[in-house]
């Protein structure tokens, strides 16, 4: 009874300092194990990839593989203007089945060697209507050019809720875009659906 009411045995305060170093070294020692982690999960899925280069061929030809890390993306190149309103178009029209036009691209290298060197965005044909493997985003852009009829198609879906008439259309497209919707650009598509979209 002679230390008081409520004090604290000197044993608890000093056991509080060590807890907290406890803490600290077994977040180390955790964040240390999944850094190991990682690292033998790379070592297999490398040892496995030599072991076996066409299953992984085959697994990248159907999209769902990409030897790269995630964080090679971080250093890829940026998207040019005519990819990014060609992705946006290809969604637009159905040939993207995906919410986001950009999670329909990654950045990959080709197999066999999967070499960084030769990384580049690549379409998934996983989240396609039309590709069987993956298909380099430049050679795409040149090789499926979007029709106009699909573009028409695509403004349509927007204005016919709305109620308008082909001449309001018509003029809708020459107000945004200076031009009659026959000669249309994918870049004036792309901006007379992103206004249709706001109204």
Known sequence: MDRGFGSVQPKQRSSRKPASQKLQKKQT???????????????????????N??????????????????????????????????????????WLQVEDELDAIYFTAPPPNF???QADWYIRPDLTTWLEEPQLLKEAIAKYPIPTYLMAAAIK???????????????????????PSSDMTLADCTAVLLELQRL
């Open 53 to 94: 280069p066409n299953q992984h061929t085959l697994a990248w030809l159907t999209g769902v593989y990409n030897p790269l890390s995630k964080g090679a993306e971080d250093n890829a190149r940026f998207l040019e203007a005519d990819e990014e309103e060609w992705l946006f178009l290809a969604k637009e029209v159905g």
């Open 157 to 179: 879906r927007y204005t016919k809720p709305l109620g308008w008439d082909t001449k309001k259309v018509e003029t809708f497209i020459q107000e945004h875009t200076d031009r």
């Open 115 to 117: 070499d960084p060197a």
């Open 29 to 51: 020692d955790s964040q240390q194990r999944q850094a190991e982690i990682r690292e033998e999960i790379e070592n297999f899925l490398e040892q496995d990839r030599q072991k």
